[in-house]
């Protein structure tokens, strides 16, 4: 295995280690993973657009505190893993189905590891597109927790449809390379302030964002393409029309979320039959990354979904 950089100090878990891993067509991705001596169970994580290992850091290390070792990925076009576009700053696939391909990549490599069977499944934002949609192509774990997944983008109803129609015309127009409208190059996180943000409350894990990108600025990613936009738009449509799978499934959901869409997630939890959904109050869109309080609540819920006797590795 190739070792790939992996940041302990900007991580906050000197346990992890990273690896290059090649995607079924030649992409090159990292995946970083952390240990754990006696581990009951790996947690595959799948994070967000814009995301990278370094940022699961401290997700691994209350994962470990509770028994559990865990696995990331920087996903293609994102962190240390091969951008997709002539402009590194911006975010775009060629097609959403594409992350699958890492995803298998992710499940294998955890594999070769030996990381601890049974495996459990943490998908946040985007990563809770690809993850619901991997799930329902029988993805083996032996449960699911989601962080404000991406079943749908949060768009004013007025401005819905120019989203569609602009994203959809702008392939064969030729212009679904540049950044959707309101995108820029710097990423979000470097140019908003604490007080207008819209990840999380807590001020200390905001800035342990902004540490990690200025410590490794290769990791920052800007806004997504047109031609990302419509295929994310397209993949939530698709994933809305399907049946939710035979699987054990929480979703956290901040009250304050801002950035996906509330009601596609609470329309897709109220048809999980083995599923729960989650509301914290006061939550923005990181979860993961909010006050002790409910980064606790969130943990711990989901190591009890994980120990549950019941659950079965797939």
């Excluded at 929480?250 to 959904?277: H, K, N, T, Y």
């Amino acid at each position: 295995m190739d070792q790939a950089p992996y940041n302990a100090r900007t991580a906050r878990n000197d346990t992890g280690a990273a690896h290059w891993v090649t995607a079924p067509d030649g992409v090159r991705l990292r995946i970083g993973h952390w240990p754990v001596d006696g581990a009951r169970g790996t947690v595959i994580m799948f994070p967000g657009r814009t995301e990278y290992v370094e940022k699961y850091g401290p997700a691994a290390a209350d994962f470990a505190a509770r028994g559990y070792a865990s696995q990331a990925i920087d996903w293609r076009g994102q962190g240390l893993a091969d951008r997709l576009h002539a402009n590194p700053a911006v975010g775009h696939v060629e097609q959403f189905a594409d992350y699958q391909l890492d995803a298998r990549a992710a499940l294998d490599h955890a594999r070769a590891l030996g990381l601890p069977e049974p495996y459990h499944l943490l998908a946040h934002s985007m990563g809770g597109a690809i993850g619901l949609h991997a799930l329902m192509e029988g993805y083996p774990v032996a449960s699911a927790a989601f962080s404000a997944p991406m079943w749908g983008i949060s768009i004013t109803p007025p401005l819905r449809p120019i989203a569609w129609g602009l994203s959809t015309v702008s392939r064969p127009l030729g212009f679904s390379h540049v950044f959707a409208p309101g995108q820029q190059a710097e990423t979000y996180v470097l140019r908003e302030g604490f007080a207008a943000n819209t990840l999380t409350n807590d001020p200390e894990m905001f800035a342990l964002l902004k540490e990690q990108l200025e410590a490794d600025p290769g990791l920052a990613l800007g806004g997504p393409s047109l031609h990302w936009l419509n295929e994310a738009l397209r993949e939530a449509r698709s994933l809305s029309q399907r049946p939710s799978p035979a699987v054990p499934c929480l979703c956290f959901l901040g009250s304050e979320e801002e950035i996906v869409d509330p009601a596609r997630i609470r329309d897709r939890m109220a048809r999980w039959p083995d599923g729960e959904l989650v509301v914290l109050q006061g939550g923005k869109h990181e979860v993961i990354l909010e006050l002790p309080a409910i980064r606790s609540e969130i943990f711990d819920r989901c190591v009890a979904m994980f120990d549950d006797p019941r659950r079965e590795a797939a």
